[in-house]
């Protein structure tokens, strides 16, 4: 029985389950990176291309790899670029502001997402999850904390360049879930190939104009770029890319605040990473209100008697 209802569980919430694993994938990405080694601009782009050379003989091997309309591809043109310049943008903010203010101001991105699906896509948000974000976002912030002592005196353009960073990682969010509501044959392995590809060449033209270095020192740090790619690149982004479209778009955000908070937790276990009591508070807070945020309460009886999912938006408004 035990089995059974486990089994219908996930069959029933599996888009949101998909997106927490690959939120939670991608928060390993700051391990990766610290055991690298290797200039913060160096790992994203080694990220995005040894993903796409890893997901193109997958995608080769399933016979996915087709001719797509000009529409569809500069959609993921688009897609691609913006997931580049997320990710330059986030290197110049951590540049001028540091790590725990950056971060904070790109997950503005939730609040962004939130009112792109009120407005755009009609959602239906009920106020424990309208509640739910602001509560996050204050774990967040005691997660990650703020020096403000330490801020640069050019710390406005390092908001500037986190407030970039979120609205790119908007930008990606909804036309990547644009590209996967589409009726087409396209696989999500084909699309996230394109979108390593053209985060690659946006990347590598910008490290090139600014002459930042290519090269990977060792074997080593060879091995974590290729699981930096491998588990936040490819199997982290093909989770939440297969799932991105059947969920709400405010939530699909929300959930993703689990990446800052899990990525502190890796830097504490893996790095011993000093930390106090408010550190601890946001990461209970933060996780709370992710838990808040995707479970409805009004929904006690059992899975087996009802097909409804606890986590997916509402039948009269699937969002497919």
Excluded at 30 to 57: C, D, H, N
Excluded at 206 to 211: A, I, S, W, Y
Excluded at 227 to 253: C, D, H, K, P, Y
Excluded at 286 to 293: V, W
């Amino acid at each position: 029985m035990i089995l059974k209802n486990t089994i219908r569980f996930y069959s029933v919430n599996r888009p949101v389950i998909h997106v927490l694993l690959g939120a939670f994938l991608i928060s390993f990405s700051a391990v990766w990176v610290k055991l690298a080694e290797v200039p913060p601009a160096t790992s994203g782009l080694y990220r995005v291309f040894f993903g796409f050379l890893i997901l193109f003989p997958v995608t080769f091997w399933r016979r996915e790899i087709h001719k797509i309309s000009e529409p569809k591809l500069r959609l993921i043109f688009f897609c691609g670029l913006v997931f580049g310049l997320d990710l330059l943008f986030w290197h110049q903010s951590i540049l001028y502001i540091g790590p725990g203010l950056a971060t904070i101001i790109s997950n503005f991105q939730v609040f962004l997402l939130a009112i792109y699906g009120i407005v755009f896509l009609k959602e239906k948000i009920r106020l424990h999850f309208l509640l739910s974000i602001p509560t996050a976002f204050l774990g967040l912030f005691l997660v990650v904390g703020v020096n403000w002592n330490q801020l640069s005196a050019n710390y406005k353009i390092g908001i500037f360049f986190g407030l970039l960073t979120a609205l790119c990682y908007v930008a990606f969010l909804i036309s990547l879930r644009k590209i996967q509501q589409d009726n087409n044959r396209t696989s999500f392995f084909f699309t996230l190939m394109l979108i390593s590809f053209f985060s690659t060449l946006c990347m590598g033209l910008e490290m090139n104009l600014q002459g930042k270095t290519f090269i990977i020192p060792d074997s080593r740090n060879l091995f974590f770029l290729l699981m930096l790619a491998l588990f936040s690149q490819v199997i982290g982004w093909i989770l939440i890319t297969n799932a991105i479209s059947l969920i709400r778009a405010s939530l699909t955000g929300f959930i993703l605040l689990l990446q800052p908070t899990l990525s502190f937790l890796w830097d504490v276990i893996f790095f011993s990473r000093p930390t106090d009591f408010l550190n601890w508070l946001g990461i209970i807070i933060t996780l709370s209100a992710i838990y808040m945020g995707v479970h409805r309460p009004e929904e006690t009886a059992p899975l087996q008697s009802s097909r409804k999912s606890l986590l997916l938006p509402d039948r009269e408004n699937p969002e497919r």
